[in-house]
Antibody, heavy 117, light 111 residues
Framework: QVQLQESGPGLVKPPQTLSLTCTVS??????????WTWIRQPPGKGLEWIGY???????YYSPSLKSRVTISADTSKNQFSLKLTSVTAADTAVYYC?????????WGQGTMVTVSS | QSVLTQPPSVSGAPGQRVTISCTGS?????????VHWYQQLPGTAPKLLIY???NRPSGVPDRFSGSKSGTSASLAITGLQAEDEADYYC???????????FGGGTKLTVL
């Protein structure tokens, strides 16, 4: 069974950088046919796809966030990470990591990140 | 404004059948990209309910079914149960945006 767990600060000041890590168990992120994704959900709102990493280094980002997002992987720790720069209150959300490119079949429990000074 | 359009809410009595629509365009559903559905119970992460238009992951009851036609897709739930009360999201790929897109979500209330 694949399990994902997000970790990182719950509070970030604007315009700092939001940094989160997703630790994966039950599957190797270095596996070339798996895609590792970040998705977020603002309070009371719907889901927004942020981007993914695959082949341990190739990335693709949402056009609306592309200028501020970096997703990277640490295969030695079986983790992948999200960095979002120049955050504002609009970036306040629950951030989920998930596996998948089309359908997202395994999800982390999510971590709430609040952007506030 | 979500790329995929869902009704904000639907409701039904226990035992009834409800459907949730997901309307897209020629750059996503209409272009042949697959539609996936998720169930999100309050305070929890979304759970994959239907993948590739019509398929159920192991463990999902056959009360849940998906369909797709043209630029739209639908999720049907039969034999409605109290534990089905949740938010439901559709998801697909959009070639204009070059990425995954979600519907705005539909809140199902079991009366």
């Amino acid at each position: 069974q694949v399990q994902l767990q997000e970790s990182g600060p719950g509070l970030v000041k604007p315009p700092q950088t939001l940094s989160l890590t997703c630790t994966v168990s039950g599957a190797a992120i270095i596996n070339g046919d798996s895609y590792w994704t970040w998705i977020r959900q603002p309070p009371g709102k719907g889901l927004e796809w942020i981007g993914y990493i695959y082949n341990s280094g190739r990335t693709y980002y949402s056009p609306s966030l592309k200028s501020r997002v970096t997703i990277s992987a640490d295969t030695s720790k079986n983790q992948f990470s999200l960095k979002l720069t120049s955050v504002t209150a609009a970036d306040t959300a629950v951030y989920y990591c998930a596996r998948g490119l089309g359908a997202f079949d395994f999800w982390g429990q999510g971590t709430m990140v609040t952007v506030s000074s | 404004q979500s790329v995929l359009t869902q009704p904000p809410s639907v409701s039904g009595a226990p035992g009834q059948r409800v459907t949730i629509s997901c309307t897209g365009s020629s750059s996503n559903i209409g272009a042949g990209y697959e539609v996936h559905w998720y169930q999100q119970l309050p305070g929890t992460a979304p759970k994959l309910l239907i993948y590739s238009n019509t398929n159920r992951p192991s463990g999902v009851p056959d009360r849940f079914s998906g369909s797709k036609s043209g630029t739209s897709a639908s999720l049907a739930i039969t034999g409605l149960q109290a534990e089905d009360e949740a938010d439901y999201y559709c998801q697909s790929y959009d070639r204009s945006l070059s990425g995954s897109v979600f519907g705005g979500g539909t809140k199902l209330t079991v009366l």
